[in-house]
């Protein structure tokens, strides 16, 4: 079975912090996906990359930066959170390629509170 | 832009009809379809995939594809309460890594 596991289910952070969100894959996957999900907005695309150290903008990047320096390994950073950053984060992978190889599959989830 | 669109619901089912979600998507060079189910507070589950014409069947499950009509479908047989949740529609369009798009989902409660 396909494994993507966030570090953390709940984070409590001060506007302002730096934050940090890991998540890491077993399953050899070159893609991999940061969303974010609200509530009547559905999944939106933050940051993917399709290789390691390699990173594209998706829909909304502001506010957010990544790393990817191992294969398995896509992290998300919040340089200053704000308020409006308060949301639930999903970290997905993909082998890529043709078809069905394109089924995400998502960690549980980081539900991130900014105060 | 591409979209894929789906009715927000909630969609009421009793238990053990028929449920059916409904998916239609812009871009008419999408190549593979998704059905995901998300139970509250947690993250997407794949269902099934489909992405040739017709119907693909799994256990209760049956995707349905119809290109000419840029329409994707799922129904569930003799729903169980378990069936709750939200459902999304995935459909990727080629393109990359990001050349899937999401639905914003389709509420779904099943009746007891």
């Known amino acids: 079975d396909v494994k993507v596991t966030q570090s953390s289910r709940y984070l409590v952070k001060r506007t302002g912090e730096k934050v940090f969100l890991e998540c890491v894959q077993d399953?050899?996957?070159?893609?991999m996906f940061w969303y974010r999900q609200d509530p009547g907005l559905g999944l939106r695309l933050i940051y993917f990359?399709?290789?390691?150290?390699?990173?594209e903008k998706g829909d909304i990047p502001e506010g957010y930066s990544v790393s990817r320096e191992k294969k398995e390994r896509f992290s998300l950073i919040l340089e200053s959170a704000s308020t409006n950053q308060t949301s639930m984060y999903l970290c997905?992978?993909?082998?890529?390629?043709?078809?069905?190889?394109?089924?995400?599959?998502f960690g549980a989830g980081t539900r991130l509170s900014v105060l | 832009q591409k979209e894929v669109e789906q009715n927000s619901g909630p969609l009421s089912v009793p238990e053990g009809a028929i449920a059916s979600l409904n998916c239609t998507y812009s871009?008419?060079?999408?190549?593979?379809f998704f059905w995901y189910r998300q139970y509250s507070g947690k993250s997407p589950e794949l269902i099934m995939f489909?992405?040739?014409?017709g119907d693909k069947e799994d256990g209760r499950f049956t995707a349905q594809l119809n290109k000419a009509s840029q329409y994707v479908s799922l129904l569930i047989r003799d729903s169980q309460p378990s069936d709750s949740a939200t459902y999304l529609c995935?459909?990727?369009?080629?393109?990359?890594?990001?050349?899937?798009?999401f639905g914003k989902g389709t509420h779904l409660i099943i009746q007891p």
């Open positions: 489909i992405y040739s014409n």
């Open positions: 399953m050899d996957h070159e893609n």
């Open positions: 990359s399709y290789d390691v150290k390699m990173k």
């Open positions: 995935a459909a990727y369009s080629g393109g990359g890594a990001d050349g899937l798009t």
């Open positions: 871009d008419r060079g999408s190549q593979s």
């Open positions: 997905a992978s993909s082998p890529g390629g043709e078809l069905a190889k394109n089924i995400q599959y």
